[in-house]
């Protein structure tokens, strides 16, 4: 049986019955729930609640997701830490 919210580190994850991979930040991750918060995606990425988080969709548009969301888990959903501006 997959682990809740399984890493990936590069080698073989062994994983039984249904999961979801996804990717944060180019890193692929196995997660045996059909949904997550976006808090708990920014946890699995190490991405900082401060900087936030960023769905990118199919066709490449990219939506915010805010740590209380609920984001329904489907075969290569991407996500990355939202960009960071500065002013100057």
């Known amino acids: ?16 019955g249904k999961f979801y991979t996804i990717f944060i930040d180019g890193k692929e991750y196995h997660i045996d729930k059909p949904e997550l918060t976006g808090a708990e995606i920014m946890d699995l990425g190490n991405i900082p609640h401060e900087l936030g988080l960023i769905q990118i969709l199919e066709d490449g548009t990219q939506v915010q997701v805010k740590e209380d969301d609920v984001v329904e888990l489907k075969p290569g959903r991407r996500f990355k830490k939202a960009p960071r501006f500065v002013r100057g």
């Open 1 to 16: 049986m997959a682990n809740n919210l399984n890493k990936n580190s590069g080698s073989l994850v062994e994983t039984r």
